[in-house]
């Protein structure tokens, strides 16, 4: 299958409310979509980069960048066997997964579109319904944080993630898991704290939550490792994790037992598919996370979280958790904490070109 054209194509939304992490928050989404064309076939990926390097070094811009100089040139025309080996002509290019993901997660939606098919069966997971939860960013008080929760519970979700920061953690949890004993609770701090903050993190243990997510620095595992040993509390990592081998020193350090999976982060589906084995072959459960997508990105994410290993709610919410309005026909619903999958080939959902046009702030065209 040969790459005759790719549009870049950077649309605009709008989140239906701010959301605050400990790193910063966002209301305006500045999303870039990539389309693959092969032939008579073509398919939709987003690239995940956010608007700023708070999570990630990557940004709109930079993945951009990328793309235009030296991405995009590097696969024109290319004659790819299969989804998986479509990055070999850039492999050079180092880091950026942010960007290639983009690429290549378009990719393995061309092939399903060519093959007739849908991405649940070109990866080889189970097609059914998905359990999936929500992540609540800060809220300004306790009680809008109590009202937020018991929302998106009367809403099905299957299990809630918290976003915490210093000075708004323990007390907070406390009284979130004071009024909702029994449901299933978890904490994600976005790299806000360091090792000084054990004793704190250790009050925690008391909360019956179900992990942890990424406590620690963005680059780091050994401190990771450390904390974990002192804590009963499962760490989870996400932003620690770009590629099978970040996940194989994670978990020979002991630095996580459990891992986010977001194959925006890692490089694309096969990577993902990598850490997703290597996680299974050792017991250790994975999820998947989500980067605000618009549909076409939770197209994706709920395809990948159909694989067995993901025994874990991840963060795939409804389109209408974040947007007044999905750039996808059906748009993404819950019901009853469950997700399912679009029926369609290729992607599953089909993408509202037309509404694309209204969001588009630029597009660029490369013909083979
Ligand atoms: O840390 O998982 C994270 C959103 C943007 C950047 C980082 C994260 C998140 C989320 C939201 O938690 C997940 C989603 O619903 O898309
Ligand atoms: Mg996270």
Redesign the pocket.
């Known amino acids: 299958m040969k790459i005759d054209r790719v549009e870049l194509r950077e649309i605009h939304l709008k989140l239906r409310e701010r ?1 605050e ?1 400990s790193s910063g928050s966002r209301e305006d989404r500045r999303i870039l979509l990539v389309r693959l064309e092969s032939g008579d076939n073509h398919a939709w990926g987003e690239c995940v980069a ?1 608007e700023d390097p708070g ?1 990630s070094y990557e940004t709109t811009d930079t993945a951009w960048s990328v793309l235009t100089e030296f991405l995009v040139p590097g696969l024109l025309g290319h004659e790819m066997e299969d989804a998986r080996d479509l990055l070999t002509p850039v492999s050079w290019v180092r880091g950026h997964p942010m960007a290639k993901a983009g690429l290549e997660m378009a990719a393995w939606g061309l092939e399903a579109t060519r093959r007739g098919t849908g991405l649940v069966e070109l990866l080889g997971g189970e097609r059914g319904p998905v359990a999936v939860g ?2 609540v960013g800060i809220q300004p008080t306790d009680d809008a944080l109590l009202r937020k929760v018991e929302g998106y519970l009367e809403e099905g979700y299957a299990r809630i ?1 918290i ?1 915490i920061k210093p000075g708004r953690d323990v007390e907070m949890l406390r009284e979130v898991r004071r009024r909702f004993p029994d449901v299933r609770l978890m904490a ?1 701090a ?1 790299s806000a704290y360091t090792l000084a903050d054990q004793g704190r993190l250790a009050e925690l243990d008391d909360l019956d939550l179900m992990m942890i ?2 406590p620690l620095s963005y680059d780091d595992l050994l401190d990771h490792s450390r904390l974990q040993q002192s804590l009963e509390t499962p760490i989870c990592l ?1 932003e620690s994790i770009h590629s099978v081998r970040d996940a194989e020193l994670a978990l020979e350090l002991d630095a996580g037992r459990i891992i ?1 999976i977001k194959p925006g982060r890692v490089g694309g589906f096969a990577e993902a598919s990598r850490i997703h084995d290597l996680c299974m072959r050792n017991g250790v459960p994975v999820w998947c ?5 618009s549909g076409v990105g939770r197209a994706y994410n709920i395809a990948l979280a159909t694989l067995p290993g993901f025994t874990l709610p991840g ?1 795939i ?1 409804a389109s209408s958790r974040y947007w007044e309005e999905d750039v996808v026909d059906p748009e993404f619903q819950v019901d009853g904490g469950f997700m399912t999958p679009g029926e369609g080939v290729g992607i599953g959902v089909r993408v509202r070109e037309d509404r694309l046009r209204e969001l588009t702030h630029r597009v660029e065209v490369f013909e083979a």
């Open positions: 959301f992490i956010a999570y929500v992540s993630k976003k994600d976005n997510e990424q996400d986010n996370g989500g980067m605000l997508e963060d919410s």
